[in-house]
């Protein structure tokens, strides 16, 4: 517990530090969203139809981005090597770190959801919708991504492969979150797409963790 | 083949050892059946030229890689079965700095994460010659400078073995005098070393024996 | 509980072995998959609905079939690799691999052919041919992650816990592109779903399903040899191997060269 508030705070000071690592992905995300009123036009009926996808998909866009950074610096500086070496505080710090990525990308976006609500026009349903399924996605989201950086830590192309992995995992998230919005825009119950984003959050919480520790030795051994 | 020079001393019981070592780095036979004892209160240098494969042999004594062949024993327990990781202060080559962070922040982190025992950093750091340096980020530290954050866990740490990665680089003649001083205090409390440097040890520590690695092609 | 599978474990017998089955699998596998495709392509009824074109089932659902099957396979080995620590299941992901990609391949580019007639268009985001292609990404992520680092041996673990992250996430995708599939589509029929299938049609698609199996078998057989030798190849047994292998009068200008 030490070890986690240790770390945590760790990361708290180095992201007060770089703010660079917490905005980028913010402009990212909003200017990938402006982008797709650009290219598929600005019918709001066709924006309501497509905003549930759009938000998603930048969502997935921006954390990869920002994630990606996640172990590189402690690797390249050895403090990686010897916590690996140590082994006891290798999962506190795993744990510390995924919290502070996810406060880091997703509470930007959640703080940000009346903007996105704007720019798309969703109407207040909508929005809830959106808020709800960020609350329950992003987590789930945040651990692929750790997973994704911790699994290319060494490789020497490390950043579009991150990004080819991760995708594939991320589609069961996406087809349900973004047909959550969807049923909420549309005035339908969209309580069954929650739980089964809460069951897969559920699952990667028990499983992720293991994999990114593996990884980390993996790589650093 | 390998060779090794033995200097025995006398033993105060085997602590460590390793049987049957044998490192393959990108299809490259670095050493391999390789034997190694250590017992308290040893100092062991592990020498050869550069790309040697002895940075390769401190990590797998560290058990940060498995080795290709062979076992490593602590205590008579290999060493998954035993506390050897909370026995061990491993430094490598790297510094385990993080630059944006100060000395004091970095040193509350490795308190918590190594287990390191509560003691006036300031004092330390202060023994350590980095006086009124203590709460600007590190990168704007020398190398040197650096080093000397990152060594200041083993004067905080009750780990019984060392296993360290060039630990006077970067070091001037200064801040050599007082880590080789710290080793022999670890040295004399029963602890053991094992390290790569390309300092001449022998006249400082008379007892330290050499393993040298060969290059192989 | 598996000690006696140890010795079958080490590089060296485990080549042999290899080469000892591949001869068979791989005629075996030749000749079912003669049989089965000439069966169904040539000698079984037209279907009343879909009249010929439904024929190309005895090669698209094998080989849909296996395609997950070397997933789940590859999942096997790199479990065994990671758990067990044997290097052997390592080097056999990065085997089994290619094979499974390309059968996906087949099966995508057979369903295509077989969607033409059917629907009129050569891709539909039938839920089907979407998990397929998910599933082709997920192999495809294997590979490029086994060979996007400069240690190989490195590169095979990592790929080897992806692969095992894959398998998990295998089923979550099937169902969830299926869900979206009925949800988007709503009643589309798809005669690939439940074939009430008549039994002279129904024997040389097992044929083929076997075939596609003993082809994958011979195939993991001769890649797991070759990347055998490439990951021992700083071993003695190797090394012997390959002066056996050279021709007398190249490794009589070596002998005179080094001497």
């Avoid at chain 1, 798309?120 to 329950?136: E, H, I, K, Y």
């Avoid at chain 1, 069961?172 to 005035?187: C, D, Q, T, Y």
């Amino acid at each position: 517990m030490v070890i986690f508030r240790q770390a945590f705070l760790r990361e708290w000071r180095l992201l007060a530090r770089q703010k660079a690592d917490w905005l980028n992905p913010m402009m990212f995300f909003i200017l990938v969203l402006t982008l797709f009123p650009l290219g598929v036009g600005a019918k709001p009926n066709l924006l309501v139809e497509i905003a549930p996808g759009i938000i998603w998909i930048a969502a997935l866009l921006s954390v990869l981005l920002a994630t990606e950074r996640l172990f590189k610096d402690d690797y390249r500086q050895g403090t990686l090597e010897q916590l690996v070496a140590a082994q006891q505080p290798l999962l506190p710090y795993v744990l510390a770190k995924m919290l502070s990525s996810w406060c880091s990308t997703a509470l930007p976006l959640l703080l940000m959801s009346p903007l996105i609500a704007l720019l798309l026009g969703l109407s207040m349903p909508s929005w809830q919708a959106v808020v709800l399924t960020l609350l329950l996605g992003t987590p789930l989201l945040n651990m692929l991504a750790v997973l994704g950086a911790a699994l290319t830590l060494s490789a020497d192309k490390g950043g579009i492969l991150l990004a080819l992995l991760i995708l594939p995992l991320y589609i069961p998230l996406l087809i349900f979150a973004s047909a959550a919005v969807e049923n909420a825009s549309m005035g339908l119950s969209y309580s069954a797409q929650l739980a089964v984003l809460a069951a897969m959050l559920c699952l990667a919480l028990a499983l992720v963790p293991l994999a990114v520790l593996k990884a980390l030795k993996i790589n650093v051994g | 083949m390998l060779r090794c020079a033995l200097f025995f001393s006398e033993s105060a019981g085997i602590v460590f050892s390793a049987t049957q070592l044998t490192c393959v780095r990108q299809d490259r036979i670095l050493f391999e059946a390789l034997d190694l004892r250590l017992a308290a209160g040893e100092l062991l240098q592990i020498g050869g030229k550069n790309g040697a494969g002895k940075t390769s042999l401190l990590r797998i004594l560290a058990g940060l890689t498995a080795p290709d062949e062979g076992e490593l024993l602590w205590q008579g327990q290999p060493l998954h079965d035993s506390d050897f990781s909370r026995q061990l202060c491993y430094i490598g080559h790297l510094s385990g700095v993080q630059p944006q962070l100060t000395a004091l922040e970095n040193l509350a982190f490795w308190r918590a994460a190594f287990a390191l025992k509560t003691a006036d950093d300031f004092q330390l750091l202060a023994l350590l010659g980095l006086a009124g340096l203590e709460d600007i980020p590190c990168q704007m530290l020398s190398a040197g400078q650096q080093r000397r954050v990152s060594l200041a866990r083993l004067w905080l740490t009750s780990a019984t073995l060392w296993i360290l990665d060039e630990p006077f680089t970067a070091l001037d003649q200064s801040a050599i005098a007082v880590l080789q001083q710290q080793f022999g205090q670890h040295l004399a409390k029963g602890g053991s070393i094992i390290l790569t440097t390309h300092q001449p040890l022998s006249q400082h520590f008379p007892q330290a024996r050499l393993l040298e690695l060969v290059y192989r092609w | 509980m598996f000690k006696w599978l140890d010795p079958y474990a080490k590089p060296q017998t485990l080549y042999r072995l290899c080469g000892l089955w591949y001869p068979w699998l791989m005629a075996a596998a030749v000749l079912v998959l003669l049989l089965s495709t000439l069966w169904g392509l040539a000698f079984t009824p037209a279907d009343y609905q879909q009249g010929d074109s439904y024929r190309i089932i005895h090669i698209h659902v094998p080989a849909a079939i296996w395609s997950m099957g070397a997933y789940s396979s590859m999942a096997i080995a790199a479990l065994i690799a990671l758990v067990w620590q044997v290097k052997a299941a390592q080097w056999a992901v990065g085997a089994i691999a290619p094979i499974g990609a390309v059968f996906t391949l087949i099966a995508l580019f057979t369903g295509m052919a077989w969607g033409k007639p059917m629907w009129g268009t050569w891709w539909v985001w039938d839920a089907r041919l979407t998990s397929e292609l998910i599933l082709l990404f997920l192999y495809l992520g294997v590979m490029a992650l086994a060979g996007a680092f400069a240690d190989r041996q490195t590169g095979a673990k990592v790929s080897a816990v992806l692969a095992l992250v894959g398998v998990v996430n295998l089923p979550i995708i099937h169902f969830s592109v299926e869900w979206w599939n009925t949800l988007h589509q709503g009643a589309t029929i798809t005669k690939f779903a439940k074939p009430s299938i008549d039994a002279s049609m129904l024997w040389p698609l097992l044929l083929g399903i076997v075939g596609f199996g003993l082809l994958l078998a011979a195939l993991t057989c001769l890649r797991l040899r070759t990347a055998i030798l490439e990951n021992e190849q700083h071993r003695p047994w190797v090394r012997q191997l390959c002066q056996q292998l050279t021709a007398p009068q190249v490794r009589a200008s070596r002998e005179s060269a080094d001497a």
